[in-house]
C-alpha cells in the first residue's frame, strides 16, 4: 500500500521506473546491496535528483515497509526485514 501510494508514480507498480527519468529498483545494487544506503535515500531523499526525502512524510513503520517491500519485490529476493527502530536510527 505505501509503495503503490507513495513511490509508484515514480518507479511504476513494476519497480521498473522510467528509463532516463527515475530508476528501476528491480534487482539493481542499490536496492539489493547495503541495507543503511538504501534506507538513507528514502529517509533523506537524494539531492540534485527528483527523489524527494520521505522521513518526515511517512511514519517509521511505514518507510520500513515500503524498504522492505522494495528489497525483497520483482525478484530482489534480499531476505531484509527493514525494522522501525532502522529507521529511527537513520532519521
Known sequence: RV???????????????IPGVFPSLVKTPFVTGDKAAHIDIVVNGKAGTAMQAFGGQLSAYDVA???????NAWGNDTGDVVQPSDIKAAR
Not at 501510494?5 to 515514480?10: E, G, K, V
Not at 515497509?65 to 528489497?71: G, L, N, S
Open 3 to 17: 509503495y503503490n501510494t507513495s513511490c509508484a508514480a515514480c518507479h511504476q507498480p513494476t519497480g521498473q521506473g
Open 65 to 71: 515497509a515500503v524498504v522492505t517491500y522494495e528489497r
